[in-house]
């Protein structure tokens, strides 16, 4: 599979058309507000969740070509073999040895269920599978409850300890936030072994394993 990115300077008399909309939905605490503008052919989501917590994660996706734009448009990575854009997907992040931490299993599971379940991540001897491994923060091969139930709510501090799914959304919010767990840390799709090392730390609810 064959990958590029893609840049386009599109230059011209700017056309000011511009219209825009915001959605704010409240679920359990966390509060969502989505804000969608459109402005010469190019549609920009920005998404602002804030949690409980404290903790605000700022999502941004843009599509479009705006041909009377001056300036340069970032299209993303563009897959030749089937013609998607994909921006900043959360399932190229690496470990800090360059290996992926979501398996195509993993990948595949999400796209198709939309989320994902303890039987999913652990095999019949209660051993987190390869494709998995993002999951098993101390790496000690176990899944513990207060692992899958930091990502089952979308890494909020706090958070409901019943949960029997991860949602796509949950495990998108969950993987950003590992991604800056360290003070300091910056968002740079390296998730290494010490900052999910620092997330198990935090987690004082009690380990029982699947």
């Given at each position: ?124 001897n209660g051993n ?64 290494t072994t010490a ?16």
């Open positions: 599979m064959r990958v590029e990115n893609y840049n386009i300077e599109a230059a011209g008399n700017p056309k000011k058309k511009k219209n825009s909309s915001v959605k704010r939905k409240e679920k359990d605490g966390v509060v969502t507000t989505t804000t969608v503008t459109k402005e010469n052919g190019v549609k920009t989501e920005v998404t602002e969740t804030v949690y409980p917590d404290g903790r605000i994660v700022t999502q941004t996706k843009s599509s479009g070509c705006g041909v009377h734009n001056i300036g340069v448009i970032n299209l993303g990575s563009f897959n030749l073999e089937s013609g998607e854009v994909e921006a900043n997907s959360i399932f190229t992040v690496k470990d800090e040895n360059g290996d992926f931490l979501i398996g195509e299993e993993l990948e595949a599971n999400l796209d198709k269920n939309g989320k994902i379940t303890v039987n999913d991540i652990v095999d019949s987190v599978k390869p494709d998995y491994k993002i999951f098993d923060l101390n790496g000690d091969g176990r899944l513990a409850d207060n692992e899958f139930d930091w990502f089952a709510n979308g890494g909020a501090s706090s958070f409901n300890k019943s949960a029997s799914s991860v949602s796509a959304g949950n495990f998108e919010n969950s993987v950003n936030t590992l991604d800056t767990i360290r003070a300091g840390s910056k968002s740079d799709g390296i998730i900052e999910r090392k620092a997330l198990h730390s935090m987690l004082d609810a009690p380990e029982k394993f699947y």
